[in-house]
Each structure stands twice: as C-alpha cells, then as structure tokens.
C-alpha cells in the first residue's frame, strides 16, 4: 500500500500562541498514531500565487492510518483548537 501524504496549507493564523500550543498537543499524538513530520514551517520561497504562511506535510503509513488518526478521539479534541485560531486547507493524497 501506498504511504499517505497529509498536507496543511494555512491561509491565516489568528493567534500564534494558541497554535503553537496545539502543535505541542498534536505532535506527541501524531506520533503515536505512526505519523511522522516532513517538514513544517513558513516556505522558503513561494511561486505562482503562493501564500507565504505556514505549511505542514506529515507522512503515514498508508490511508487508512491517516483516517484512523484525523477520525481518532484524540484529534477530535484537538481540531476545534486548531480551527479557532487558524484557516486554511488540509487535504490527504496517496503517494506514488
């Protein structure tokens, strides 16, 4: 099976701190769940409309895991925190 690519594209973050917190929050859960960070920070460079905000790809297993994580009781916790403080778009893709 193909491992699973998730990837969030932040279009505005309204409180920074708050955030940051959700991230100390998620990562340790994220780990637990066979997730792993590819990388997570603000774009080096942007091309051909990019938003120079934050951007975070973590890698799964497969997408079944991936599903099993976002859907898991503990994210559900965590995804109205990271919904009132930030905007932006997530979505899931396969990898080659």
């Not at 491992?3 to 637990?32: F, M, Q, T, V």
């Not at 769940?33 to 497969?62: C, H, M, S, W």
Request: glycine share 10%; no cysteine; net charge positive.
């Amino acid at each position: 099976m193909p491992k699973a690519y998730w990837i969030s594209a932040y279009r505005s973050i309204h409180d920074p701190e708050a955030l940051a917190a959700y991230a100390k929050l998620a990562g340790p859960a994220l780990n637990g769940a066979g997730g792993k960070f590819l990388a997570r920070g603000t774009p080096a460079q942007t091309y051909e409309a990019g938003l120079n905000q934050r951007l975070v790809i973590i890698e799964f297993p497969d997408m079944a895991t991936l599903r099993a994580w976002y859907h898991s009781p503990e994210y559900a916790k965590l995804i109205e925190l990271r919904q009132g403080v930030s905007r932006g778009s997530l979505v899931a893709v396969e990898g080659a």
